[in-house]
């Protein structure tokens, strides 16, 4: 009977693909089912014991505690002991970032009166702040930390010098067009 049936699916396949269901056929199915059935498949709600939510809570706050404390033990391994490697430069590298930083402020309170140039200067200085970041991550795994330490001194010197040009040429700048302002007047 089986292969009747095989037979009679393949010989009429077309026939069957022909038609296709209405958009209401689940509707009607689900009227037809006992309402006991389709009542309790609307009214199922999922609850969790408490043991279940307390272990799920529990395993949350230690995989947090677990990745704080890497997080902490990651920050002090990245910070670098500058005064262990040579007193000197550290010292250096904390007298020329404080002469960097307060150039800057200088150079950006004088810039406003020629926005473009600022950005010029910008870059070049942005430029050497990377070289120095770089420096500054290599600095914990070279194998010669005290030469790391100098080239960094020597990038943070050379900040300095271009931060001094940039200021004199902006004074300068701003200088001669005063001085063509009040020829003009």
Not at 35 to 60: D, H, M, P, Y
Not at 68 to 86: D, G, M, R, T
Not at 102 to 117: G, W
């Amino acid at each position: 009977m089986n292969n009747r049936l095989e037979e009679f699916v393949k010989a009429n396949r077309e026939e069957f693909n022909d038609i296709e269901p209405s958009a209401d056929l689940w509707s009607r199915i689900e009227k037809e089912l006992p309402v006991q059935l389709v009542q309790q498949k609307k009214n199922e709600i999922k609850t969790f014991s408490l043991g279940f939510v307390l272990r799920i809570a529990a395993s949350v706050i230690i995989v947090m505690a677990i990745s704080f404390v890497l997080y902490l033990h990651n920050e002090n391994a990245n910070k670098i002991n500058y005064a262990s490697i040579n007193p000197v430069y550290a010292q250096q590298r904390v007298q020329y970032t404080k002469l960097i930083a307060t150039k800057r402020t200088e150079l950006q309170s004088l810039a406003q009166a020629d926005p473009e140039l600022y950005k010029e200067f910008s870059a070049e200085t942005t430029k050497m702040d990377s070289i120095y970041r770089k420096l500054n991550s290599d600095l914990a795994t070279s194998p010669n930390p005290e030469l790391v330490l100098r080239a960094m001194i020597k990038n943070l010197e050379i900040q300095t010098e271009v931060l001094n040009q940039q200021l004199t040429i902006i004074e300068q700048y701003n200088q001669t067009k005063r001085q063509n302002e009040s020829k003009n007047i």
